[in-house]
């Protein structure tokens, strides 16, 4: 969790760094939309600690937090985030476009849309007799579009190892859950399809690795999909730049952070010293260091290169 | 207090944990919880309640609830208000609007989930009547009741009428000491292997050691039923229950520590738990879960302590209120309370207006059934009531 | 093309199209079908004839009606390696499942930089003539051939629907396979004799991206594709008789397009007639008007002329119906409208 929120901590940073004018979100090293996910760390940490290289991961527009946790190389995940040729996707994808065909990670930018995908990575992993499975993430908006109830549907019907990840951080861009959802409750949404859903409160990553762990181990047996909405914690604005005028819970987050209140935990359980987790955090403060400073130094793409790839 | 108020505490996370994949847990949908809500709802203004103080939450509950109360069915609903407090999502919660629904006067709790809900609230309820409606995974503590009989019982409760030392009890509990820490457990107190708290939920019969039970029903769910396996105990009786897993096993037993889940436990021994007496936790570590929900874990140099108390919280029984009622002429003088409480109030234009009516708040023009009883539907004495 | 000595019998467009999927399912195990009454209905419009006999319920898939989920499915089936065959019923309900043919089928190996491999074929039905209006009788291929990402084929007798099938399959690519109802040689609707033809037995592909000259010509060039290739013929053989030597080219995919077969028949007859069952405005015959432009203008000695479906919907009663779409009598008149 510490590793994800250094590397989201200084992605935050060099992305405003060099912005000029400061509004342009075109402009920097980095360009374009910027979604991160500090507060969600326990959520792919509880989940990824279950899945190994085979298996697959849909992750949605704020996808670092499940790429770094499944094992995603961070070199090449910051390269392609500073849109550089020895990026993930040689500079074609950007930050809601990770692509690791080695990890079977991928994203969607579109809403829900990577749901009905994780269907189809799991049918190809139960044609084939493995006992891979796939993970498909969204958040609780996410869970309003067609292509969520359309991939329960199919998951439940067809027994497919699939685990629904709901990362609930309570908004929508803007919009709570109870002004947009008639059913707030998706652990609800999973017994309709007749597959057991579960929620997690408070953020817990340990109550993630549990629920996980079971969800994770009934899919590889053969017992079908699971769902797992997680309450999560949306540190930051839904993108940067969002000044989050609309957000009414804003006192509160700082409380409700995951790792300083983990950390505590952990303290208390005698299972970390401070100094320990000192030297965590500055072990990824330096594997952050050394992906920006490969990303920097990595060629940007030439224009013609935006000809290659439409086919293989 | 002037008007007669109920809590309602409905635990919107109840029935959603892990025990949905590690067990067989079913699912008590938002719905679900909203459809005995109403039902609740509908069997208060029948019992005389005029207000509802409930606990507010993000998760559905509190939405829901007043988009129905909004509707015209609900019109004869008592008067719902919503505690202001923060809403984090968590035990918190409950607890804190118990505490308010206490400090405000109320005259009965009625909760909506599981053991783990009803023991949070049973932590600051008090002398407080509790009445439980179970939506929970286990429920081992609630007595089953249908919602709107619940609703009924605890307005009768909250009126009092001699229905409250006709119809409520002290629960026993099982106090837990550790260090600083003091915690309660309406139903069983389990020491388990290992040292993760993790979710919370305890699902392995095979990683627990001891436990300790404030009653032990044979017919339970959850880790009370290894009592009751062994040696039953009744809510009612004085003592509890220890008994202790390992070897030297002398008997073993199949349970139902969970919803379709049905483990073979080994029993090294068993003993009867005398109240007010401390019981030193024999295992030099592990994890202490609490109504099946591990809590904390605990080393060598601070075991903790288990008491067996009477002084828990109060319950109701509903069947006791209502016979109490029935019997006593409660149901019938005033009468029709219950009969107007399922639509808008109305009646009969060519009519006399009704009598009785001492309230003079706003709503009293819809409660007029149940404050004044119609001349037209007033029954034989009492105890002309066949039997 | 691959040639064959093998033995050929005459089979329709359906008919070969199962033939094809069931050729490479055997060769194959990672090939299986999914979509909508695919099972043992054998696909509303035959493409799927027979092959859950064969085959069983794992490889051949019936669906929800969930376009998205499905597609969706496929997709993720293929990005892990297996090659599905999934059928959109009628191709009107694109706009169901849109997103996912065209923001994940088409693009995911541009986005991965070449990374992720997604080779599936979605097939589905096209094309108007039988009353079934707005929503159930379009063409659509110019959209798809629009989006970048994706492979469009569109057979115009058997022979190539199963040639061009086998190519999709074992194509890396996502390809979309547009089949016209009116072309499969159903018993259930009106048909072209063209829709049934001499078969190889044997499995054999036809390449994506080769137009093929249907018919030789000197006079003008007919530049058309799916059913109306079928049409086209019967013109160019009423014309004969008339003296005018009309030349047919069956594009047969438009991504890749063939642009040099085009360019080199319009350089020979200087009249270029473009017949498309799609929408005329923005789509496939103003597209092969332009390589024309681009390329060489003079070759024209008479400008181009199109007949398409004039930008409304496909109404119902047939005497609307037959009013938009390039029927015989409107090719020939185009044609002869070159020749004057």
Redesign the interface.
Known sequence: MVRIRQYESRILQEYHADKSPAWDIGAGLIPGEMHLSAGQEPAAVGVCAHLGLGDAITAPHRPHHFALAHGVDMNAMTAEIYGRTTGLCKGKGGHMHLFDPEHHFSCSGIIAQGYPVACGQALAMKKRGTDRVAVAVAGEGAANQGAFHEALNLAALWELPVIFIIEDNDWAISVPRADSTANTSNADRAAGYGMPGVRVEDNDVEAVFEAAGAAVDRARAGEGPSLIEIHTLRLWGHFEGDAQAYRTDLDTVDERDPIPRYAAVLVENGDLTEAQIDDIRATADAEVDAAIQHAIASPTPEPDDALDHVFA | MGRTTVGVVAN??SA???R???AL?G?M???DKLNRLQRLLVGLAGGGVERVLAMPD???IT?GLRRLAARPSAASWPELEFIEQ?V???AADTRRATEAMVAAGVGAIVVLGGDGTNRIVAGASGDVPLVSISTGTNNAFPLPVESTVAGLAAGLVARDDGCRRAGTHRAKQLVVRHGSRVERALVDVAISDG??????AVWDGGTIRELYLCFAEPDAIGLSAIGGHLHPIGRREPGGLAVAMGEPVVATIHPPIGPGLVQPIGVRSIDVLVPDTPVEVRAASGVVAIDGERLF?FGSDDRPTITLRPDGPVVVSAASVLTHASTTGLLATPAARATTATAPASHDPTDPPPEGNHHDDARSARSVHRDGPHPAVRVPDPAGVPR | MTATAAPTRRITTAKAMAEAIALEMRADPDVFVMGEDVGAYGGIFGSTTDLFAEFGADRVMDTPISETGFIGAGIGAAVEGMRPVVELMFVDFYGVCMDQISNHMAKIHYESGGGVKVPMVLMSATGAGYSDAAQHSQCLWGTFAHLPGMKVVVPSNPYDAKGLMASAIQDDNPVIYLFHKGGQGLVWMEKNPRSIAEVPEDRYTVPIGEAAVAREGSDVSIVTLSLSVQHSLDVAEELEGEGISVEVVDLRSLVPLDRQTVLDSVAKTGRLLVVDEDYRSFGLSGEIAAIVAETDPTMLSKPVSRLAVPDVPIPYARTLEYGILPTREKIAAAVKGLMA
């Open positions: 919107p996370a959603r944990d892990v949905r994949l590690v847990g699912t949908t938002t719905h993000r998760s559905g939405v923060p984090g999502g968590t040292d993760r708290v993790g979710s919370g874990r």
